[in-house]
C-alpha cells in the first residue's frame, strides 16, 4: 500500500502525515457508538484518511466516506501440514480375514506365488509412499480439533466477524478463541512463535490471504521451512479500500478515487502485490505430490520388525528345548514303555491259548 500512497502524493502533488492508531487496532465498534483504532481516529477528526485498506462494512460506513474497492480479499484459515509418517504394519494388513480365508484353500503353489508378489509389491508403496495427514480445509475441521489455538486480528473486521456471528459453527469457533486466549493484535500474530505453533498443528491463523501469503514468505526467508497449507474454503469476502474522513474536501476526494480507479483498471495494484508477495508458494507443500526422497531408518522399520518377530519366535522355541530337555525325554520314554506294555499283553494273550497235542505211532 506504500506504492499506492506515493503515487497518489506525486500525482495529487501534496505531502501526508502518518499518525499511527494508539490502541494498534484496526477499528471496531464499542458499545456507546464510538471506534477503537484507525476507524476511531478517522470518527474523532484526528485524520483525513486512513493509509491502510481496511474492510468495507456498514457500520464503517456511518463514519466517513469509502473510496473505490481495491481488491477483494478472503478470510482464509492456515495451518500446518503436519509431518508424513510411515506406518510400520500396514503392508502385512494386505487382506481382510474372507479374502486370507480363500486363499488359504487355494493351490499351495498358487498361494505361495499371489502373497509373495503382493508383500512384495505392498511393500515397495510402503516404503515409497508416505501417510499423508488430514489437512484443515473448511471451518468444520478447525472446530473438530478442540486442542487447536485459533488466532485472530484483535481489533479488526474479522473479530467483530466472529463473535457476532449467529452460525453454530462460528459461535463454536469463537469459543476457541476466547478460551486459547486467540485474540491478537496485528503485531503479535504473525510472531515467530505463533508461526511455529502453525506449523506443529498446535494453532490456526485466521485473517486475509493477502497477509498470510506476505507473512508465511516472509516467515520461510528466515527460517528456510515450507510446511504451510492454505485451507480451500473460504469463511468469508469483503472487499477492501481506504476509508476518508467526511470533513476531506469533495474535490480533493474524487480526485483520490479517480486515481485509486486508475491503478486498479491499469494492473498497478495487482503488479504491485504480485511483487510485494514474491515467491511465497514455495512457503506451501504440496499434499499428494510425492518427491524423491533417500529412505530413512523410520521408512525401513517395517521389514525389520517383521524380521525381529520371526527371530524372536524361532529364539523362544530354541529356548523351550534348551532349558527343557527332560520334556522330550520323558516323552520318548513314555513312547517306550507304552511299546513294551502292549507286548507284555500279547504275549500273555498268547500263552493262554491251548497248545494242541500231537500222537506219535510207532510201528
Known amino acids: 500500500m506504500g506504492q499506492v500512497l506515493d503515487a497518489l502524493t506525486n500525482s495529487l502533488n501534496m505531502t501526508f502525515e502518518a ?3 494508539s490502541d494498534g487496532q484496526v ?5 456507546n457508538g464510538s471506534w477503537t483504532g484507525a476507524v476511531g481516529n478517522v470518527q474523532r477528526r484526528e485524520v483525513d484518511m486512513t493509509i491502510v485498506a481496511m474492510i468495507q462494512s456498514h457500520s464503517r460506513m456511518a463514519v466517513g ?6 481488491m477483494y480479499v478472503q478470510l482464509g484459515i492456515l495451518s500446518g501440514t503436519g509431518v508424513s509418517t510411515s506406518n510400520v504394519f500396514g503392508y502385512i494388513l494386505t487382506f481382510d480375514w474372507k479374502t486370507s480365508a480363500r486363499i488359504a484353500l487355494t493351490a499351495w503353489l498358487l498361494a505361495v506365488l ?17 501417510n499423508e495427514p488430514a489437512q484443515l480445509d473448511t471451518i468444520h475441521d478447525v472446530v473438530a480439533q478442540r ?13 467483530d466477524f466472529l463473535s457476532t456471528a449467529r452460525s453454530p459453527v462460528l459461535r463454536s469457533l469463537w469459543q476457541m478463541v476466547t478460551r486459547t486466549n486467540g485474540s491478537q493484535l496485528g503485531r503479535d500474530m504473525f510472531s515467530d512463535e505463533h508461526m511455529r505453533q502453525v506449523v506443529q498443528r498446535r494453532a490456526v491463523l485466521l485473517v486475509d490471504h493477502i497477509s498470510l501469503q506476505w507473512r508465511t514468505a516472509a516467515y520461510c526467508r528466515r527460517t528456510l521451512k515450507s510446511s504451510f497449507h492454505f485451507a480451500r474454503e473460504h469463511i ?14 469533495r474535490d480533493l476526494h474524487q480526485r483520490i478515487y479517480a486515481r485509486i480507479m486508475w491503478m486498479c483498471e491499469s494492473g498497478l495494484m495487482s503488479k504491485w502485490m504480485a511483487d510485494s508477495l514474491g515467491d511465497w508458494q514455495r512457503c506451501v507443500r504440496q499434499t499428494g505430490g510425492h518427491v524423491a526422497e533417500d529412505l530413512t531408518v523410520s521408512d525401513t522399520l517395517a521389514s525389520f520388525v517383521l524380521w525381529a518377530l520371526a527371530m524372536t ?23 517306550q514303555l507304552t511299546g513294551h506294555a502292549k507286548a507284555t499283553r500279547v504275549q500273555l494273550k498268547r500263552s493262554r491259548i491251548p497248545r494242541p497235542k500231537v500222537r506219535l505211532l510207532a510201528r
Open 147 to 159: 486442542d487447536l489455538r485459533p488466532i485472530v486480528w484483535k481489533g479488526s473486521h474479522y473479530e
Open 19 to 21: 499518525t499511527l492508531p
Open 313 to 335: 519366535v524361532a529364539l523362544a522355541a530354541f529356548l523351550v528345548e534348551v532349558l527343557h530337555p527332560h520334556a522330550s525325554s520323558q516323552l520318548t520314554l513314555t513312547h
Open 27 to 31: 477499528g471496531i465498534r464499542l458499545p
Open 236 to 249: 468469508d469476502e469483503n472487499p477492501v479500500s481506504f476509508l476518508m474522513s467526511p470533513t476531506m474536501r
Open 114 to 130: 499371489v502373497i509373495a508378489n503382493s508383500f512384495a509389491g505392498h511393500l515397495k508403496s510402503s516404503m515409497a509412499i508416505k
Open 65 to 70: 466516506q469509502y473510496g473505490p474497492p481495491i
